[in-house]
């Protein structure tokens, strides 16, 4: 591993090639990024379970022995890491490349490439694993208030983020609507939502899909009233 002072916006470089990316190394430290090298997926996994607090992007070349760039990104989402990768090809890995564009890559390179747009690119995916950041914390926050509820409360809920009134949600979950009421009026003391929008705009930062046509709740059975 080489590795130089870090930072907030750590720039994670991955390549099995050692002159070339050493230059990586070398741009970047001189452009002002703060960067840590590894030769291989597997040495970079064996140092970081997690996410480091620091990263800033993942600079990844796509074709490696052992594990491929590709094969990394896949692992990385499977297990939920707000990071952003520019990936770098070489000759006939386009389509690889576009394959790690769809799976959420933000950013691929093919060599030889300018100095200049190798940096660009490393800026706007520093600038999206930001967003990510956000985006995962805000959604993890908004989780954690939703998990106050109960069982019968999270089906209420899901139904009045819905906009539907009390009379309906009692007609689709069986259960009366004076109990719908007390429910509701737990779910808004429990969540802090002060209306049916602000628990709606709650459900929908835990779960953008959350809303998506009729809801799970409008047909589970009823657990208890």
Not at 29 to 54: C, I, K, M, R, T
Not at 134 to 144: G, V
Not at 171 to 193: F, N, Q, Y
């Amino acid at each position: 591993m080489e590795q130089k002072s870090q930072s907030a916006n750590t720039i994670y470089v991955i390549d099995d090639d050692a002159s070339f990316r050493g230059s990586l190394v070398f741009l970047l430290d001189s452009s002002g990024w703060q960067v840590v090298a590894y030769d291989s997926a597997v040495s970079f996994l064996n140092e970081h379970a997690a996410p480091p607090e620091d990263m800033g992007c993942l600079v990844l070349d796509i074709r490696m022995p052992m594990m491929s760039g590709l094969a990394l990104q896949q692992q990385l989402m499977a297990q939920g890491w707000p990071v952003s990768i520019v990936f770098i090809t070489g000759h006939g890995d386009v389509q690889m490349a576009v394959q790690a564009m769809k799976a959420g890559g933000c950013d691929f390179l093919e060599k030889p490439f300018h100095d200049q747009t190798f940096l660009d690119a490393v800026s706007a995916a520093v600038t999206r694993t930001h967003n990510l950041r956000t985006h995962a914390q805000t959604k993890l926050e908004a989780r954690i208030i939703l998990d106050r509820l109960s069982p019968r409360e999270s089906e209420v809920a899901e139904l009045v983020a819905l906009g539907l009134p009390n009379k309906q949600i009692a007609k689709k979950l069986d259960i009366s609507e004076k109990t719908v009421h007390i429910h509701r009026l737990h779910v808004m003391e429990k969540t802090g939502a002060s209306n049916a929008p602000g628990l709606t705009r709650l459900v929908l930062r835990a779960d953008p899909d959350a809303l998506e046509g009729d809801t799970a709740s409008s047909t589970r059975p009823p657990k208890y009233i």
